[in-house]
């Protein structure tokens, strides 16, 4: 069975840090991509960023690109979304989600997401 | 002001059919990049419940269907029923922005 559990969220003030982690399990996590996605309260799925299956190319959402980092640990099944300079606007839950292949966007298994709060 | 849009609701009774549209332009839907369709019933992650424009993942039963054409994808959703109740997201990659992109979503209401 394949499961995503997010951590690492809270509430933190503007122009803070925040470290989120994805722990994977029920398959070869080495062989997929992997992308977060974040929803403001009461608002549409916003895409966030997608890395490769070896870590080795990452992509960014224009609304974070140069603030946020993806990065993972395929020998302990892990990702991890460094946020920095953090904004009111980056307000969500932020799910991690497996993407169904190479090449395609789908995302086929979702984590049940993490709760970042901006505020001061 | 999602890239890619859909009706912000829709309504039907339990047995009908009813269908979620989502318009794009020639730099995502009509430059052959690939539609998906998700389902987030209240309080939950999204649900991937149609892939590739047309395919169903195991386990999504064969009252959901999608199709793609010119400009615009549909999702269809036959013999309603209340567990239906649910917001519904198009989701795509767009060239213009190298970047996936979400509908805005639309609510679906079982009267």
């Known amino acids: 069975e394949v499961r995503l559990l997010e951590s690492g969220g809270g509430l933190v003030q503007p122009g803070g840090s925040l470290r989120l982690s994805c722990a994977a399990s029920g398959f070869t996590f080495s062989g997929y991509a992997m992308s977060w996605v974040r929803q403001a309260p009461g608002k549409g799925l916003e895409w966030v960023s997608t890395i490769s299956s070896t870590g080795g190319y990452t992509y960014y959402a224009d609304s974070v690109k140069g603030r946020f980092t993806f990065s993972r640990d395929n020998s302990k099944n892990t990702l991890y979304l460094q946020m920095n300079s953090l904004r009111a606007e980056d307000t969500a839950v932020y799910y991690c989600?497996?993407?169904?292949?190479?090449?395609?966007?789908?995302?086929?298994?979702w984590g049940q997401g993490t709760l970042v709060t901006v505020s001061s | 002001q999602s890239v890619l849009t859909q009706p912000p609701s829709v309504s039907g009774a339990p047995g009908q059919r009813v269908t979620i549209s989502c318009t794009g332009s020639?730099?995502?839907?009509?430059?052959?990049?690939?539609v998906h369709w998700y389902q987030q019933l209240p309080g939950t992650a999204p649900k991937l419940l149609i892939y590739g424009n047309t395919n169903r993942p195991s386990g999504v039963p064969d009252r959901f269907s999608g199709s793609k054409s010119g400009t615009s994808a549909s999702l269809a959703i036959t013999g309603l029923q209340a567990e239906d109740e649910a917001d519904y997201y198009c989701q795509s990659y767009d060239s213009s922005l190298s970047a996936v992109v979400f509908g805005g979503g639309t609510k679906l209401t079982v009267l």
């Open positions: 020639s730099s995502n839907i009509v430059a052959t990049y690939d």
């Open positions: 989600a497996k993407n169904l292949g190479a090449g395609t966007a789908s995302l086929d298994f």
